[in-house]
């Protein structure tokens, strides 16, 4: 079996794209989608008539102009996410607008709302997860809506104090990135990594290991890689998110692959719990998360804001 035929014995795949091509071609069992990925997928032709109903019935609903383009941003990631779910057999993931990411309250409000888009389509909410950024005030948010049965993927994950605290808020799946936090490593040190040294590679092996060794639920879906290298030194991790790119690349490569992570053989560290007060100073004494998860909200709401300008000029 080639590589990807060798990871599904031991990984759920999740494509990380809008481009329902790639992912029909693929056969994930999940998708998912940010405000970047939505920005590439609207300028893909056969999402042409999608833009064109959205801001249509945007106009519909009335409001304000900005109350509009919010409205067609939410619609369109939904009826984008509608064709996804047509040809995988799991879920979907979709954002909530990342300016929202230190509001728990708009969180929760935008998050029911994305649900009763996809309901109105047809779509259950068991088949749709929401992705929220691991803020103390996403997880709050993720917290309530789980309640509710609103199933969360908090992203944006880049430090141990927010896996832990995502835990404790009982979130259905967190998606830890890898590539970004190789590269701020690099960066930082202008060192080179291997797979096994890969920084990224080793915070989501350190937060899998706590997961399973203290029992929680919460999937763990690496995400946001770099080489086919990451991808393979966490072979058997819950799921991993992978872009067509990579995954054409292992579709390609005939090598054996090993497992690295099984739930049966881990070895985490002592439990612990975090309030708000600790998180932030846990979160804050981590230089690489902190940095990274503020530019990865800054970046997230700079490509919404240019979906909503794209939509706009419909």
């Known amino acids: ?86 040809v995988i057999p799991g879920r979907i993931s979709s954002e909530v607008d990342a300016r929202l990411s230190f509001q728990t309250d708009a969180t929760i409000a935008k998050a029911r709302r994305l649900i009763d888009l996809y309901e109105a389509n047809g779509v259950q909410r068991e088949r749709v997860l929401i992705k929220i950024a691991a803020t103390w005030e ?19 994950l880049f430090g141990f104090s927010q896996a832990a605290a995502c835990a404790d808020a009982g979130v259905f799946l967190i998606s830890p990135f890898v590539g970004r936090i190789l590269d701020w490593y690099k960066n930082a040190t202008g060192e080179s990594y291997t797979a096994e040294t890969d920084p990224g590679v080793l915070s989501v092996r350190r937060i899998y290991n706590y997961y399973k060794t203290h029992g929680y639920q919460t999937v763990v879906m690496g995400a946001s890689f770099r080489n086919t290298g990451e991808i393979e030194a966490l072979a058997g991790c819950d799921r991993l998110t992978i872009s067509p790119a990579l995954l054409q690349e292992l579709s390609e490569d005939d090598g054996e692959l090993t497992r690295t992570l099984d739930p049966a053989t881990t070895d985490g560290e002592a439990q612990i719990a975090l309030d708000e007060s600790a998180y932030r100073w846990q979160l804050n004494e981590d230089a690489m998360a902190t940095e990274k998860l503020a530019e990865g909200i800054r970046n997230f709401a700079a490509d919404q804001v240019k979906l909503e300008q794209l939509l706009a000029q419909l």
Request: net charge negative; hydrophobic share 40%; charged share 25%.
């Open 1 to 86: 079996m080639d590589k990807l035929a060798q990871l599904r014995t031991m990984t759920d795949v999740v494509a990380d794209t809008g481009d329902i091509n790639a992912i029909r071609q693929y056969q994930p069992l999940d998708a998912t989608t940010n405000p970047s990925l939505l920005l590439k997928a609207a300028a893909l032709p056969e999402y042409e008539q999608l833009l064109v109903r959205s801001r249509r019935w945007a106009e519909a609903e009335g409001g304000s102009n900005a109350e509009q383009l919010a409205n067609c941003c939410d619609k369109l990631a939904v009826d984008i996410g509608t064709e996804i779910l047509g």
């Open 138 to 156: 996403g997880i709050e948010a993720a917290r309530a809506l789980e309640r509710d049965g609103i199933n969360c993927n908090l992203t944006l």
